[in-house]
T-cell receptor, first 115, second 115 residues
Framework: GDSVTQMEGPVTLSEEAFLTINCTYT??????LFWYVQYPGEGLQLLLK?????DKGSNKGFEATYRKETTSFHLEKGSVQVSDSAVYFC??????????????FGTGTLLAVQP | EAGVTQFPSHSVIEKGQTVTLRCDPI?????LYWYRRVMGKEIKFLLH????????ESGMPNNRFLAERTGGTYSTLKVQPAELEDSGVYFC?????????????FGPGTRLTVL
């Protein structure tokens, strides 16, 4: 069935370090891919998305490229800040009813950035 | 524009009791989704409404869970009777119907604790 696997955390980095959070997926068809972020005490926010192979999503210095050949959507940021500390969720969106509807999430990766 | 709101933010009940969670989607969003995250695991899809109709309820765990969206505006999710394993965070999301958007906007979640 459709699933998402992302690296387990916590990931602890120093400020200005390079970040990679791995995400791979299994899906029939061609799903859209998403990264959501949950900051402490808040709800889920869409961080970035990609809707087809080779698309690159980017936002707030974060990037992820939809790689169909490796079924991956790894999240990267060149220089993390303390304010990036949060839980990051990779998700794929299943298409039915004319749109992307059901989201399937990974387990989430806690990122802690130390000053 | 107000975001997705959920009420209550926290609920603590005893096993066997009934709890009703409420979600108010973004105004004008026909699509409404319920998800939950149990014990720090992945966020799992519960069901999807289009207006007042259930489009997909494949994720509802059992018949102790009842979701409604009378009038196609806000939605309620009732758990009756609650069991220990129902503890977790229940998220609601909404999405605009039509167009090319596939972004779901999430609420802050309701944290349910069953003792």
């Amino acid at each position: 069935g459709d699933s998402v696997t992302q690296m387990e955390g916590p990931v602890t980095l120093s400020e200005e370090a390079f970040l990679t959070i791995n995400c791979t997926y299994t899906a029939t068809g061609y799903p859209s891919l998403f990264w959501y972020v949950q900051y402490p005490g808040e709800g889920l926010q869409l961080l970035l998305k990609a809707t087809k192979a080779d698309d690159k999503g980017s936002n707030k210095g974060f990037e992820a490229t939809y790689r169909k050949e490796t079924t991956s959507f790894h999240l990267e940021k060149g220089s993390v800040q303390v304010s990036d500390s949060a839980v990051y969720f990779c998700a794929l969106g299943l298409y039915y009813g004319g749109a992307t509807n059901k989201l399937i999430f990974g387990t989430g990766t806690l990122l802690a950035v130390q000053p | 524009e107000a975001g997705v709101t959920q009420f209550p933010s926290h609920s603590v009940i005893e096993k066997g009791q009934t709890v009703t969670l409420r979600c108010d989607p973004i105004s004008g969003h026909d699509n409404l989704y319920w998800y939950r995250r149990v014990m720090g695991k992945e966020i799992k899809f519960l069901l999807h409404f289009v207006k007042e109709s259930k489009q997909d309820e494949s994720g509802m765990p059992n018949n102790r869970f009842l979701a409604e969206r009378t009038g196609g505006t806000y939605s309620t999710l009732k758990v009756q009777p609650a069991e220990l394993e129902d503890s977790g965070v229940y998220f609601c999301a909404s999405r605009l119907q039509g167009g090319s958007t596939d972004t779901q906007y999430f609420g802050p979640g309701t944290r349910l604790t069953v003792l």
